[in-house]
């Protein structure tokens, strides 16, 4: 996003709209909100029509407390359901600004769309309802919104609150167990569940300018999964510049930008988020692997470290450090962080058992065999036929003739589970060529490249497999192919002779699958 070449060229050509429109969009997107204003301003004058343009304005109104300009701003827009649903809601929390609550409540009830409309629509008539002190018409509408969408943190932390302020306490935890029966449980609703036990105030949001970022931050986060970088990043932006404390907001808009591959930016916006929030832990950790991605390792260690030490039970931050210092190959102080993990776990459960895959992978590279088994073994036993498992301890085993039925079964399994997994079904080829069961080795091999063609480690081991059962010129295809996709360096020494002299049964017997085993 570079807004500067923009407001260059504008300049040189100050009545060019496209140009106009271009770096209104690109500063918007990058967070500058009040040149983004001048620009949206500058569109209003000319008669450039544009529904994020206006909206942009009238998020500003309301952000400086002009509720009745923001109205007037907010008008009607047939720029399509996106443009509708945004500029409707944010009107409507004008309106509710501007003290006119039951006009904001029909301005979203007469809001016709398609049928994911609904989760929003009910979701801030429950807001307007609740802010206003209407507690009974907030609940209807967040029970509603909840039969329209029970997956979603913000509309179930909405619904446990509301409930809770109906005095209906014992329904409202049970909402949150639910959603810890059916996913893993999550900050917000471990938070809102103790504020709850103790009796004490629920707020919502109860702002207009808080309430608009709600939507934009909803929206924003929906539209950035099906790809629409840009847009998304656009209604993040706003979405922050109107509640500087939206926690959901800073967290979408850090991993867009983790995403498009600017990682300096993510942990930037990651900062923002309120040291108070629950979602500030979750945050930190984010920001810990986004110096591992720029490949800042000390300060990724660091920070990582920092979080474990304020709290030595944190498995997520215990999880983070221990995978950073793994993918930098440091497996002897990657297996003591697992391990100190573990020793902090009362009682074992089946969410545990990523922490034994993790540290067998280490052991496993490590030559300490007998306790990588032990670890793999455990996490099957916390976690019966995780694929993952199944594959790595079934491909060691046969990688050093051990229980050789019982790991082709493993790893047989671990195909039937995920048959779509390139790197699983590398594995299943790759044991079939080490048991000498070559043509078998080929099928499986040839399916592994469909699904991931572009791994340089399938790549050679099609190629070996080619080679035994005499299809020459195609290994020697499948070698140079390798080489080009950028093999690990111990690895390419071994593939270009290969491509010169083909393949000796000493390289046959010596041959390792090494990332074929895909250890996370």
């Not at 939507?215 to 986060?221: A, D, H, I, R």
């Not at 497996?331 to 969410?351: N, R």
């Not at 079904?425 to 469909?450: C, P």
Request: proline residues 4%.
């Amino acid at each position: 996003m570079r807004p500067r070449f923009f407001q260059e060229a504008l300049v040189a050509d100050p009545d060019n709209t496209a140009l106009l429109e271009r770096a209104f969009i690109l500063n918007l997107a990058n967070g500058d909100i009040l040149e983004a204003v001048n620009y949206s301003e500058e569109m209003e004058q000319l008669g450039i029509e544009n529904f994020l343009a206006r909206l942009t304005r009238g998020a500003d109104a309301v952000a400086l407390g002009n509720y009745d300009e923001a109205v007037e701003i907010l008008t009607p827009t047939s720029a399509g359901p996106l443009a509708q649903l945004s500029t409707d809601i944010s009107r409507a929390w004008a309106l509710f600004g501007a003290g006119k609550t039951d006009e904001a409540l029909k301005i979203i009830d007469d809001l016709k769309g398609p049928s994911w409309f609904e989760v929003f629509k009910e979701t801030h008539q429950a807001l307007i309802s609740y802010a206003a002190g209407r507690n009974e018409q907030a609940l209807e509408h967040i029970e509603a919104a909840y039969k329209a969408d029970r997956g979603a943190i913000r509309v179930i932390d909405a619904y446990a609150r509301i409930l809770a302020a109906n005095n209906r306490k014992d329904e409202a935890l049970k909402v949150l167990d639910d959603y810890d029966r059916l996913l893993r449980g999550h900050p917000l609703l471990e938070f809102t569940r103790q504020e709850i036990d103790a009796d004490k105030p629920l707020p919502l949001v109860s702002t207009p300018a808080a309430g608009i970022s709600e939507v934009l931050y909803g929206l924003g986060s929906a539209i950035g999964r099906d790809g629409a970088e840009e847009l998304s990043t656009s209604y993040l932006q706003l979405a922050l510049h109107l509640d500087p404390q939206a926690e959901f907001a800073a967290v979408a808009l850090g991993g867009m930008f983790e995403r498009m591959g600017l990682q300096e930016r993510a942990i930037a916006v990651l900062k923002q988020v309120p040291d108070a929030s629950p979602l500030k832990r979750d945050a930190e950790i984010q920001i810990g692997l986004n110096y591992n991605s720029l490949e800042q390792i000390d300060e990724a260690r660091s920070h990582l470290e920092a979080l474990i030490k304020e709290d030595p039970s944190d498995l997520e931050a215990i999880i983070a450090l221990g995978n950073v210092l793994r993918g930098h190959k440091l497996f002897e102080e990657s297996e003591a962080v697992y391990t100190q993990g573990i020793d902090t776990i009362p009682e074992l459960s089946q969410e545990h058992w990523l922490l034994f895959y993790f540290r067998g992978i280490c052991r496993e590279r490590l030559d300490k065999w007998q306790a990588s088994e032990a670890d793999f073994r455990q996490a099957l036993e916390l976690s019966k036929d995780q694929p993952l498992v199944l594959n790595y301890l079934g491909y060691s085993l046969v990688d050093q003739g051990l229980k050789l039925d019982e790991a082709l079964e493993m790893i047989e399994k671990a195909v039937e589970l995920r048959p779509t997994d390139g790197y699983i079904v590398d594995s299943l080829g790759w044991v079939f060529y080490r048991l000498g069961r070559y043509d078998e080795a080929v099928t499986q091999l040839e399916r592994a490249i469909e699904l991931r063609p572009s791994d340089p480690v399938i790549n050679d081991h099609l190629g070996d497999a080619y080679w035994q059962v005499g299809r020459r010129n195609e290994a020697r295809f499948q070698w140079n192919h390798a080489r080009d996709l950028k093999p690990d360096e111990e690895e390419l020494p071994i593939i270009l002779d290969k491509i010169a002299n083909g393949l000796s049964e000493e390289a046959t017997n010596e041959a390792k699958a090494g990332n074929s085993k895909n250890g996370g």
